[in-house]
């Protein structure tokens, strides 16, 4: 990421399940940068191989932090602070390295979103996680405003 | 040139069980039948975003909001007629 602004996730989580540490702009875009620190429960997760359920929820705070960081989006991320659900999952793929050697902390993610589609309350919306430029995790996720 | 409106229902119903998995055969759908009734189809509002979007994408008609989803949601017929009358009009 160029950009080293970053800003406040607009999520309802707090500590140990928010998994989205801040939102930044970088050349690729908009993108929620999920840290692996000593205290985060991906960090202990990943002593057994990091699991794909809190990868998961990891991708869907992420779609919901980028998705209420654009107004056109607002209706469905929700009000500033009020939950997203997430309601269904689709083709989700992780690379095996990730799930089988994954990072230890200081290593961070970088998760983007893309809103496939909406109607009233849901949207279905394509994320994806990054790691040093590769796309090591992708899922279509189905969000509704909480 | 539109697509007769008996074809357009056969899509429509196929699309219907392709895009949400329906244990169901297309031709068994009535046309008038509810979608989103239990005397119909019993679709939920996670169906009515899929089935939004296969609309976009099969029959190239959007659906832009609730009200006009709900009304063209009614059953196989009034989506025939929704997109029928969206190809027939341009937009």
Redesign the interface.
């Known amino acids: 990421m160029t950009s080293t602004v970053g800003s406040e996730p607009t999520l309802p989580h707090g500590f140990p399940f928010r998994l989205v540490d801040r939102i930044m702009d970088g050349a690729d875009g908009r993108r929620a940068v999920i840290s692996l620190t000593a205290c985060s429960p991906l960090t202990h997760a990943t002593r057994q191989g990091l699991p794909a359920t809190l990868l998961l929820e990891a991708m869907a705070q992420a779609a919901l932090a980028l998705m209420a960081t654009d107004v056109s989006e607002g209706d469905v991320a929700g009000e500033a602070g009020q939950p997203g659900l997430l309601?269904?999952i689709d083709q989700a793929d992780f690379s095996d390295a990730l799930i089988h050697d994954p990072p230890g902390p200081g290593v961070e993610f970088y998760a983007g979103c893309q809103v496939?589609?909406?109607?009233?309350?849901?949207?279905?919306v394509g994320v994806w996680i990054e790691r040093e430029g590769l796309e090591v995790a992708t899922a279509e996720l189905?969000l509704?405003a909480g | 040139m539109s697509e007769a409106p008996q074809d357009l229902k056969v899509r429509i119903k196929k699309m219907l069980v392709e895009r949400l998995k329906l244990e169901v055969d297309p031709a068994a759908i009535e046309d008038d039948a509810p979608l989103f009734s239990e005397q119909g189809l019993g679709l939920d509002s996670i169906d009515a975003l899929e089935l939004v979007l296969g609309v976009e994408q099969e029959l190239g008609v959007r659906i832009d909001d609730e009200e006009v989803g709900s009304k063209a949601f009614a059953s196989v017929s009034a989506l025939a007629a929704f997109v029928d009358e969206r190809i027939q009009s341009g937009v």
């Open positions: 309601v269904g496939r589609g909406r109607f009233g309350r849901m949207a279905k189905l509704a």
